[in-house]
């Protein structure tokens, strides 16, 4: 199973991205997706997370209001919109699939990793 994960840069505080991860329609079916970052010299922190069939979304609190997770119509897509950045958010960011239907907010509970995209934002 490969996840690609992508949409990461350089930008200014308070600018906005769109992070993708990419896979197969068959890996995302049924799995819940979810995001993580780590921050240099810290370690790898939950940030958002959709359940299979997009209904139920988790995020850490100090992204709520600001980021939304989000499946693509065409099914083999999950989205992170992150706006409003911060120099906080400086990270690379990972996405994860499965195998639990249900958002999960411990890298735990995923299964397969993607590669990583760096967000950084400056201040």
């Known amino acids: 199973v490969q996840l690609q994960a992508s949409g990461g840069g350089l930008v200014q505080a308070g600018d906005s991205l769109r992070l993708s991860c990419a896979t197969s329609?068959?890996?995302?079916?049924?799995?819940?997706v979810g995001w993580f970052r780590q921050a240099p010299g810290k370690e790898r922190e939950f940030v958002a997370a959709i359940s299979w069939n997009g209904g139920i979304t988790n995020y850490i609190d100090s992204v709520k209001g600001r980021f939304t997770i989000s499946r693509g119509n065409a099914k083999n897509m999950v989205y992170l919109q992150m706006n409003s950045l911060k120099f906080e958010d400086t990270a690379v960011y990972y996405c994860?699939?499965?195998?639990?239907?249900?958002?999960?907010?411990?890298?735990?509970?995923?299964?397969?990793w993607g590669q990583g995209t760096l967000v950084t934002v400056s201040s």
């Open positions: 329609k068959r890996t995302f079916s049924n799995n819940a």
């Open positions: 994860a699939v499965g195998p639990r239907s249900v958002p999960q907010s411990s890298s735990s509970g995923y299964r397969y």
